[in-house]
């Protein structure tokens, strides 16, 4: 188990790095930084001493091992729109984003689980028929086109709900209910399939022969085992949830790291893009190797192989 853990944790720490250099490469070429410190109009000299003095004039390799190595040391640079620092700014939206992130998990799961289960229970019935269509629905639907009808309805027409801000707990149900009913029909479909496999092997029908009551086979020794493959697809969705809030946080004005990452994007705020896309990448691949960790403990099938 040890060598596997060393194993999986060296691949995560080489596709960090990767990650890394290729969103620092990206957004070098998709915009000049130096035009975004100086402002429109700026001219030429004053470029090149803006460029000299943040050391925007050397080779692309070598900017990127300094950065890398500052960031390292924890040292993530000054906002250039924010004029503050960027670790600052990151550690104040973090929070909102993570709660956003649980939150909407949460809720992808309270709704997935009992229609999976249902569905998986009488299948080829009209609650079958009913749970995948609510599950194609789902991934059919954007997100932010959905976040939008949610809006219309709760805000504008019935006034329940507040249409925008972070300030209390109401105004997280929005955000909550668009972003987890997103990602709801893959654990939907992943809980059907693999109750349907469990309900059909040979322990089931034993212990359906000594008489045991429904929803003891249905929820004790059925449902534990086909729970196995949600844990890989919860820790994908969530570092998913995370990364994709950035439409549903800047619909719904949350002060969160989504948000941050709009506004970065919108001011040409090139240090605080740089470490949003850092961590939220660092945060997928740790989540995606805790997975695979849970995983190789659940099913020691997987550390064999």
Do not use: C
């Not at 569905?119 to 599950?135: C, E, F, G, S």
């Not at 659940?298 to 550390?303: E, F, G, T």
Request: charged residues 15%; glycine residues 8%; hydrophobic residues 60%.
């Amino acid at each position: 188990m040890i060598g596997y853990i060393l194993k999986r944790l060296g691949l995560a720490l080489l596709v960090a790095l990767a990650v890394s250099a290729i969103a620092f490469f990206l957004l070098r070429l998709s915009g000049d930084i130096a035009m975004a410190i100086a402002g429109e109009g700026a001219r030429e000299e004053d470029l090149a001493i803006i460029r000299q003095t943040y050391g925007l004039d050397r080779p692309l390799i070598i900017q990127y091992a300094d950065w890398l190595w500052q960031t390292l040391k924890g040292n993530f640079g000054t906002s250039i729109y924010f004029k503050t620092e960027v670790s600052k700014l990151v550690l104040d939206k973090l929070p909102t984003t993570i709660l956003l992130g649980f939150l909407a998990l949460g809720f992808a799961l309270l709704i997935s689980i009992p229609l999976g289960v249902l569905a998986a229970v009488y299948p080829n019935t009209w609650i079958d028929r009913l749970a995948l269509a609510i599950a194609v629905v789902g991934q059919a639907l954007p997100n932010f086109f959905f976040a939008l009808i949610l809006v219309m309805i709760f805000s504008i027409s019935l006034r329940w709900l507040p249409v925008s801000g972070s300030a209390t707990w109401l105004h997280f149900v929005m955000p909550t209910i668009a972003l987890g009913y997103y990602v709801a029909p893959a654990f939907m479909r992943l809980i059907r399939a693999g109750m349907i496999e469990v309900l059909s092997a040979d322990y089931i029908r034993t212990a359906r022969a000594k008489g045991l009551p429904a929803g003891k086979i249905v929820f004790k020794h059925a449902l534990r085992n086909a729970v196995v493959p949600v844990v890989a697809l919860t820790a994908v969705q969530l570092g998913f949830l995370l990364g994709g809030s950035v439409v549903i946080e800047t619909i719904f004005a949350l002060d969160g790291l989504g948000y941050l990452a709009y506004q970065s994007i919108t001011y040409k705020d090139f240090p605080v893009m740089q470490i949003i896309v850092l961590l939220l990448s660092v945060v997928y691949v740790l989540l995606t190797l805790a997975s695979d960790i849970a995983n190789a403990w659940l099913d020691p099938r997987i550390r064999v192989a």
